[in-house]
């Protein structure tokens, strides 16, 4: 894409529907409902706002006046209140455990992994499965999908962060919202966080879970990841949470120069495919490793 980029001046409070709006069952199956976040944040302690307004402050450090005082800044607004009684499954401990296990896995990205502790995962999924939230595997998360395992998703946003602009990321975007999760490590690690989902209940969601981290730099968007988000192009990274045989011709488009697209790519057997553009009519392609992720699919349901 050329011309000068338009930046989407939504704030993520502008894309939350009004209170009281949810998706009617339609089985008597235990599925993911808006309800999710509220009742698992009363899970986690306060500890959790402090953690996340750490690692931002170590990515964006206050800058100085001119007398060398530093320069008052906004602070990120912290989580909603939370119980101190935080439930021995779901706690800090585990958490810092599970991220062990990924830096065990290879991923050495200190910002990555401390953003993963940052992200509570169990919030983003049923109170029922908050006791597997920190095991290393992928999740049901309702209407045949799932919320990824956190080696898969550490790996990925590394890959994408070792770009030759020092791993710093202006702008990103997320093919595949879901519940919201990878979302929330995203904006850890990069200045702007867009992110498409197809599935209406999914996009409602995400949207609920995310409210209550009051996570100012993510701004959700319900639509057809397949054609990405032109208006808001070029983005110094893109990552799907989905495979299609191919990367789209759209989002390759949508890609900066010197930017990064990391994609899981194939049928029944898939491979993360990384993707970075180097000219303006010039891309190159790796391929990485084993994965398994739901179809990439059009439109919107």
């Not at 235990?30 to 009363?42: D, E, G, S």
Request: with cysteine; proline share 8%; hydrophobic share 40%.
């Amino acid at each position: 894409m050329t011309g000068k980029p338009s930046r989407f001046p939504l704030s993520l409070s502008s894309v939350v529907e009004k209170k009281g709006k949810t998706t009617p069952a339609t089985s008597s199956r235990t599925v993911v409902t808006p309800q999710t976040a509220t009742r698992n944040a009363a899970l986690d302690s306060g500890r959790l706002a402090a953690k996340a307004q750490a690692v931002r402050a170590a990515q964006h450090p206050a800058p100085s006046s001119p007398a060398g005082k530093p320069t008052p800044r906004a602070t990120l607004p912290t989580p909603i209140a939370t119980s101190n009684r935080s439930a021995p499954l779901v706690s800090e401990a585990v958490r810092k455990a599970m991220v062990a296990r990924v830096a065990k896995q290879g991923v050495g990205d200190q910002k990555v992994l401390a953003a993963m502790e940052a992200v509570p995962r169990h919030m983003f999924m049923e109170p029922g499965l908050s006791s597997q939230a920190y095991v290393d595997a992928s999740l049901p998360i309702g209407h045949h999908q799932t919320i990824s395992q956190p080696y898969i998703v550490a790996r990925m946003i590394e890959i994408m962060r070792d770009n030759k602009k020092g791993g710093v990321l202006e702008r990103v975007l997320e093919i595949g919202t879901g519940c919201g999760y990878q979302a929330a490590v995203l904006s850890l690690v990069a200045k702007e966080v867009y992110s498409i989902e197809r599935i209406k209940p999914l996009h409602e969601l995400a949207k609920t879970n995310l409210r209550p981290l009051r996570i100012a730099n993510i701004r959700l968007h319900y639509g057809d990841g397949m054609l990405g988000l032109p208006q808001v192009a070029p983005f110094d990274g893109i990552i799907l949470a989905a495979a299609g045989l191919e990367v789209p011709q759209a989002l390759l488009e949508q890609l900066a120069i010197g930017g990064r697209l990391v994609a899981p790519v194939g049928g029944r057997q898939q491979m993360l495919q990384l993707i970075e553009r180097i000219g303006k009519f010039e891309w190159t392609s790796e391929t990485l490793e084993e994965c398994h992720f739901v179809p990439l699919r059009p439109g919107t349901v």
